[in-house]
């Protein structure tokens, strides 16, 4: 169901259902998507989480080269069901989003206080 090239939509199409029988099949393409639809690929990854959450989580870390919003977005969903990769991911977020990352450990508070106080000691590293 190769046709990427000349048919974006039916690719995309086919490749929406085969994460049923074919998943690695699924996570393969998926990865090709953000060359030419990204949004249709932000789309995709966010059933993964579904059915392959560290293949999710992979995926996501890629969006933040080109689609910085939509990772911050993505991240946020992950502390409800994977709080260390979620932790992992907001401390890469002081590199190019400290705003961001600040509004993100405040949230730790509630379900990850030792977290939360080892990033806030962080912050003065970079945000006195």
């Known amino acids: 169901c ?7 939509k039916t690719y995309i199409y ?3 259902r085969l994460h049923l029988f074919r998943p690695k099949t699924y996570i393969y393409c998926i990865q090709r998507l953000h060359l030419f639809r990204p949004k249709t690929y932000i789309y995709c990854i966010q059933r993964l989480h579904l059915f392959r959450p560290k293949t999710y989580i992979y995926c ?5 080269l080109f689609r910085p919003k939509t990772y911050i977005y993505c991240i946020q969903r992950l502390h409800l069901f994977r709080p260390k990769t979620y932790i992992y991911c907001i ?3 002081h590199l190019f989003r400290p705003k961001t990352y600040i509004y993100c450990i405040q949230r730790l508070h ?5 977290t939360y106080i080892y990033c806030i000691q962080r912050l003065h590293l ?3």
Do not use: M
């Open 2 to 8: 190769d046709t990427s090239l000349s048919l974006p």
């Open 91 to 93: 401390q890469r977020l």
């Open 126 to 128: 970079f945000r006195p």
């Open 110 to 114: 509630l379900f990850r206080p030792k």
């Open 14 to 16: 086919c490749i929406q």
């Open 60 to 64: 996501i870390q890629r969006l933040h």
